[in-house]
């Protein structure tokens, strides 16, 4: 009988993508099969202010800069390959970003896949006909954790204040759609904001 212990191939940092996959994944198959009684949470709240978009590799687009982003309307969708929600949901966002494009709205991809995995993303990217920039790697990694994206598919809207305007745990109460046109037609720059009365 052999002993011997299987050898572990890559770097720390690879296990620790894999291991990182490995947590959301198990808290994802909680979300869908658990409890009926179970609500989800959309991750970051609304107003708080979105994190810069990091990721180690980006496919079918550039990576976004902070400067480029400021005073502008945007959505960030947390997914995965495995994630069998994040490929229902995948045509209803390759429509709204059809119909929001032309008014200046840009969505972003984000998943914790590692690099090794870039020929799985790019093939299914390709097969849910999605064009929009996407980015993975460690980096995605440490984004996902500030977007307190636990559960996929998720999606924030970030309006031109550079906040969240709507995220998914909203989706019952407003739909994606209707949250874009509010954001469009009342976020606004922070230096346009009012000044603040003084009441005089």
Known sequence: MNDSKPHIQGSAREFTLILISAVVLSFAFFQWFGSGGATYDGGLEVG?????????????????TKEELEGEV????????????????????????????????????????????????LEWLDDRKITWPNGFGASAVDTLIAFNGEAIPAMWIIGRDGKVWWNRGMSEQESMADALQRTLAESKPVSDAEPSESGV
């Open 74 to 121: 945007y959505v960030v969708v947390a997914w995965a390959t495995w994630c069998l929600p994040c490929y229902q949901t995948a045509p209803e966002l390759v429509e709204l970003e059809e119909k929001f494009s032309s008014e200046g709205v840009r969505f972003f991809g984000i998943t914790a896949a590692g690099p090794q995995q870039e020929a799985d993303i």
């Open 48 to 64: 708080k202010k979105a994190p810069e978009l990091k990721a180690d590799i980006w496919v079918k687009g550039d990576a976004p």
